[in-house]
Antibody
Framework: EVQLVESGGGLVQPGRSLRLSCSAS????????MTWFRQAPGKGLEWIGF??????????EYAASVKGRFTISRDDSKSIAYLQMDSLKTEDTAMYYC???????????????WGQGTLVTVSS | EIVMTQSPATLSVSPGERATLSCRAS??????LAWYQQKPGQAPRLLIY???FRATGIPARFSGSGSVTDFTLTISSLQSEDVAVYYC??????????FGQGTKVEIK
């Protein structure tokens, strides 16, 4: 059974950092592009970014709203994806979800499995 | 950035009736369009990928159609458990992948 479990959320002050983890099981982690999304309270879904599988370079892509502040990485030996969030702002308050997708040089398939999310609250 | 526009914002449908949700892209996304269902307090669940293919375990009453810029999600016979917000998402072009603002489906 495919499982994605996010952790690391919590209350953090503006300007501080937080690292989220996404622990995966039930599939060959290294074959997948790992993607992060977020959803602010009462709002819609927003793509944050993804990291490709090592087969396709293991490189990340980011949304403009987080580029330069957030870093996505992966540890295939542990089947974990990370989202390092620096210089946090109040508008980063949201539920953060990780998902998996298949991406190649020509494009991607839709993310299929989603974790249950971890809540990040940025407030003084 | 590709802008996704969903309509209507809210849809009220009687049990057993058909629900039709629309999604329009500001430029071509080919068939790289997904639909997700999100119930209160839950993570989104993939319903449809590549515009018209049902994801694993999704009931046959859910169907998707369209291509290029205009897409439709149809629930052929609405059940009470289908009450949710439905989002379309394009994954043809990045950054970023983008979502519509959602359509809330209610029971009339």
């Amino acid at each position: 059974e495919v499982q994605l479990v996010e952790s690391g959320g919590g209350l953090v002050q503006p300007g501080r950092s937080l690292r989220l983890s996404c622990s995966a099981s039930g599939f060959t982690f290294g074959d997948y592009t790992m993607t992060w999304f977020r959803q602010a309270p009462g709002k819609g879904l927003e793509w944050i970014g993804f990291i490709r599988s090592k087969t396709y370079g293991g490189t990340p892509e980011y949304a403009a709203s987080v580029k330069g502040r957030f870093t996505i990485s992966r540890d295939d030996s542990k089947s974990i994806a990370y989202l390092q969030m620096d210089s946090l702002k109040t508008e980063d308050t949201a539920m953060y979800y990780c998902t998996r997708a298949i991406c190649s040089t020509t494009g991607c398939y839709a993310p299929d499995y989603w974790g249950q999310g971890t809540l990040v609250t940025v407030s003084s | 950035e590709i802008v996704m526009t969903q309509s209507p914002a809210t849809l009220s449908v009687s049990p057993g009736e058909r629900a039709t949700l629309s999604c329009r892209a500001s430029q071509s996304v080919s068939s790289n369009l997904a639909w997700y269902q999100q119930k209160p307090g839950q993570a989104p669940r993939l319903l449809i990928y590549s515009a018209s293919f049902r994801a694993t375990g999704i009931p046959a009453r859910f169907s998707g159609s369209g291509s290029v810029t205009d897409f439709t999600l149809t629930i052929s016979s609405l059940q009470s458990e289908d009450v949710a917000v439905y989002y379309c998402q394009q994954y043809n072009d990045w950054p970023p992948w983008t979502f519509g603002q959602g359509t809330k489906v209610e029971i009339k």
